[in-house]
């Protein structure tokens, strides 16, 4: 039995409303909305074709090449592919340990991307719905717009966002197409004059931070109960935690519970993910959409990332991220705090985390350590897993006896998310826009649930002229009747 | 945060993929450009760069320049290239995690609260984006038009460049 608005019983005598963004970052997304002609939502499903050429792409390739050759699948989250890689191949080349300083430098790196991942999302996707509604006119809502009226905020956001690459560019040794991590460790530590660099700025990141933490639950509570209930859904939440149970987005065990915050399961090694979770697959979607086995796929959906990772952990390990996630956690009154728009407040606790958890790093002798390599007898596979700052994060490869590889299986965030992103707009769809005609503020809402998410698919193009928003308008003999088209310029025409 | 070394005057600013065929077109002028520094100019004046895409913080990396090219591959400019002054222009591409190049220099103008140094935009016809392929022979041609063309142009005194939002294509 399909979930409410998955599914028409009569779809062939519908109107279909859609919305195409074509952009070449986050691949290619519709939803689509079935109108009934009483204009009453009839189904409401959100459309990912997922990239699958990337394992093609892997196939072949000596496993070595593996933490370099993956950065080129995404071009918004390569050190979170690049560190994947590098811990599967870390299993390949038998080094079930690495050196102190090699992981103390991956840290590091990850931290710096969940930084500048972070900052990117809130202050230039996100925080122009929050500062000025979800109605606000589309000049508003970029960055520029959110320049214009707090200039301070949007400074301060592109300096956290370029700290980020600073570290990246550091600990990986090039600003793109790193090969810091290596597998079995890395391949150089951080000489004094670049963590005396580094530790320049990072009191001011962290009082950044702060002010962002504190700027996200401003805005949360001025409109308290229309942040908890928009996009709102009941679901299970998956994430990595530490051994102690402590917020960790490097190495751990994955932990799931359920909506209600039970535990389903805790502690799992995730080279035996696969014992946990299945990819369930549907005939109208071409991404998968994974489950917890033992719940089987109807309810076995979860979410990942921010939300469920904060949610999740017992505690973090810096004093002020800790301060943070006890004040949100009250918000669940017991059970997990469910609310699709905390997204972005639990970002930007994470963003905090990761700007205290640098500051502690960057006075930690061992980044300059000379102990970079553990290896042991080579591993005819291996898995790893991280936190990647969309959420959980699979890389898993089998190679040969020559060293190449033979078989390559990811699960990417994104993907973790498809059912629950589906579950969102589905939430929205049937609150915002069931009985309505079509206009831009009511499309900006369902944007703005997707958003939440930040999905991101592996789909790094770029090529200029290519990133218009397309809403096609179909009857329900499938004829075309209406087509609007978004430019880059926000300039809106309609095109049929 | 503070810049490590003095900027280069002209910065040149190569963006795109190297693995999904023509989205390589701008760091594989970034190469030519990297391995022809020395004759194209001192590599003092010219500072190439190179990412997958445009972002927010690329803002700073226009301060304190004379000048900056971006080189993009383009799906619909008119090949085999075109070449044409920024303006600084807000985009509406707030559900994309990338940036139009006029959209940074509308960055840099509001976080600075000064005009940013003219900016031009070398845009080289592209036509297979699929990952995993090479560069199409097509493209490639147009790479090579493109790199004589830019090699020219950062041989001479940045004044001669065009001065009015013209798209040139020899």
Sequence with gaps: MPPPLEAADNPEQLERIVIEPLTRVEGHGKVTLLQDENLNIKQARLHIAE???????????????????????????????????????????????LTTTAEKIRRLMHYGQTLQSHALHFFHLCSPDLLFGFDDEVRHRNIVGVIEDSPEIAKQGVMLRKYGQEIIRITSGKRIHGTGAIPGGINKSLSRDEISYLKTDSD?????????????????????????????????????????????????????????????????????????????????SYMKFPFISSIGQADGWYRVGPLARVNNCDFFTTALAEEQRQEFIRNGDGRPVQSTLAYHWARLIELLHCAEAIGELLNDGDLCGNDLLNRGTLQSSGTGVIEAPRGTLFHHYEINDDGLVEKASLIVSTTNNNQAMNESIRKVAGQYLDGNRLTEALLNQVEVAIRAYDPCLSCATHAMGKMPLQINLVNANNELQDRLEKRISGEIRRTL | ??????????????????????????????????????????????????????????????????????????????????????????????????????????????????PPPPCYLLTIRGYEFDLGRDISEQAAGNLQQAFAFITKLLAGDTKHWPAIPAVSNS
């Design chain 1, 51 to 97: 990239f699958r050429g990337f394992e093609k792409f892997i196939q072949g390739r000596p496993y070595w090449e593996l933490p370099v050759l993956v950065q080129r699948l995404c071009g918004i989250c390569p050190v979170s592919h690049h560190l994947a890689a590098a811990k599967a191949t870390d299993m390949i080349v038998g080094a079930t340990e």
């Design chain 2, 1 to 114: 945060m503070a810049p490590q070394t003095e900027q280069s005057p002209i910065l040149v600013f190569s963006y795109g993929n190297p693995s999904r065929g023509d989205d390589a077109l701008g760091p594989a002028l970034n190469a030519l450009l990297e391995k022809n520094q020395q004759a194209t100019n001192s590599p003092d004046r010219v500072e190439l760069l190179t990412d997958y895409q445009l972002q927010i913080e690329h803002a700073i990396d226009l301060e304190q320049r004379e000048c900056v090219v971006f080189i993009d591959a383009s799906v619909c400019c008119t090949p085999p290239y075109e070449f044409q002054l920024l303006q600084a222009q807000r985009d509406s591409s707030y559900t994309s995690h990338a940036m139009s190049p006029a959209a940074v220099l509308a960055v840099y103008r509001q976080i600075n609260q000064s």
């Design chain 1, 204 to 284: 001011q990141v962290i009082d950044w931070a702060q002010q962002a933490v504190s700027l996200v639950k401003r805005i949360f509570f001025e409109h308290y109960d229309y942040h908890m209930a928009f996009a709102s859904i009941d679901s299970s939440m998956m994430s990595m935690v530490g051994k102690d149970g402590a917020f960790e987005i490097y190495h751990g065990g994955l932990r799931a519970n359920d909506k209600q915050g039970e535990n389903i399961f805790d502690h799992v090694n995730y080279r035996d993910y696969g014992d946990y979770i299945k990819e369930g697959v549907k005939n109208w």
